[in-house]
């Protein structure tokens, strides 16, 4: 069965530093991964997704993610935090795109002025 | 901009009452879910369908029930709330097929049970 775990519940920056989240995934098959946000008292939105085609995946709000196959590794970036970065972050994964996602328990993102 | 709407967004309610929450989408999508979320943030899938009259329960075992007797709509129903079953609980749609896999999700309910 697929699983996903995300390193670090919380991760603080400054505004203007690099946003690093991390995602390491557990799937038999090709998988497809997701990075998703969430704002307080909001459902999830999603950021980014890879679906087997490139590597590198280009976000909304300046975010991206690389696919590493050799890591298992799925990790979220972005430049340069903005306050508004400040946020929930999940991770999840489907196998072929066919199951239900299965999420990581996510990262807090603080951005520090 | 997604089009997946649950009602209500928050409801506080007493022990043993009847409850259905409500969830929609205008997508047409085949696909739909519920997830339940604890305080710590973690998603748990309870239960899904992938058409109408198709259900399915997902890896968290769960009280409630939930029926699919037309694409857009999805309620979850709880026979008898318990406190135990205060938390978020999130709708999701998706498309069949591999090109557009990913999920909508409604803005989630809140329950609360006292």
């Known amino acids: 069965a697929q699983s996903v775990t995300q390193l670090g519940s919380h991760v603080s920056v400054s505004e203007g530093a690099l946003v690093l989240l991390r995602c390491n995934y557990s799937s038999s098959v090709p998988p497809y991964l997701f990075w998703y946000v969430q704002y307080p008292n909001q459902g999830l939105q999603l950021l980014l997704k890879?679906?087997?085609?490139?590597?590198l995946v280009k976000g909304i709000n300046g975010f991206e993610a690389e696919f590493k196959k050799s890591e298992t590794s799925f990790h979220l970036t972005k430049p340069s935090a903005h306050m508004s970065d400040a946020a929930e972050y999940f991770c999840a994964v489907s196998d072929f795109g066919n199951t239900p996602l299965v999420f990581g328990k996510g990262t807090r993102l603080s951005v520090i002025a | 901009e997604a089009d997946i709407y649950q009602t209500p967004r928050y409801l506080v309610i007493g022990t043993g009452k009847k409850i259905t929450l409500e969830c929609s989408q205008t997508?047409?999508?085949?696909?739909m879910y519920w997830y339940q979320q604890d305080p710590g943030m973690e998603l748990h899938l309870i239960h899904y369908s992938y058409g109408v009259n198709s259900t399915e329960k997902g890896d968290l075992s769960s009280e409630s029930t939930v029926s699919r007797i037309r694409t857009e709509h999805f309620p979850l129903t709880l026979e008898s709330a318990r406190p135990s079953h205060t938390s978020q609980y999130l709708c999701?749609?998706?498309?069949?097929?591999?090109?557009?896999?990913?999920?909508?999700f409604g803005q989630g309910t809140r329950l609360t049970v006292v």
């Open positions: 997508m047409g999508h085949d696909k």
């Open positions: 999701a749609s998706s498309a069949h097929g591999l090109k557009d896999t990913e999920a909508f």
């Open positions: 890879y679906t087997s085609a490139a590597t």
